[in-house]
């Protein structure tokens, strides 16, 4: 089993630039905050340009989305930056959220079949988000 001991993970979103913008505030923060933690920087904004958050003297490790789902690549041994082609990728992950607060989420977007189940509420669409930071340690 790996631990991330005192660490920082901060899962990125790139749906927008303002989203991306977040993330990079969100982790030079958590470096203000936390000097001694490892910081880990995971999601879509890092798999897309893995480079440009390996670049920031803020962050230890970089996690394709592939990658964070892997106990070895929170070891300390384990590469600085590991992100892998996500086009690649043909499965899913089995643990997606299927709802948010008894709201069911529409995976297919609005139109999607989903969406017209006779006696449902309408489900809620997500279509960004703030950078979600998980601690570990103290």
């Known amino acids: 089993m790996a631990t991330t001991g005192d660490a920082v993970i901060v899962n990125t979103c790139a749906v927008t630039s303002e989203a991306e913008r977040k993330a990079r505030q969100a982790i030079r923060r958590a ?13 879509c904004s890092a798999q897309i340009d893995p480079a440009r958050y390996a670049a920031m003297p803020e962050v230890d490790q970089v996690l394709g989305n592939l990658a964070k ?40 977007g609005q139109g999607s079949e989903e969406q017209e189940d006779e006696g449902q509420e309408e489900p809620l669409h997500v279509t960004a988000h703030a950078p979600v930071i998980a601690s570990a340690g103290p």
Request: include cysteine; hydrophobic fraction near 45%.
């Open 31 to 43: 470096r203000r905050e936390r000097p001694a933690a490892r910081v880990i920087v995971t999601g």
């Open 69 to 108: 789902l892997s106990a070895e690549s929170y070891r300390a041994t384990a590469p600085r930056l590991v992100a892998d082609d996500i086009m690649a990728v043909r499965k899913t992950a089995a643990h997606l959220v299927e709802d948010v607060a008894g709201r069911r989420l529409c995976p297919g």
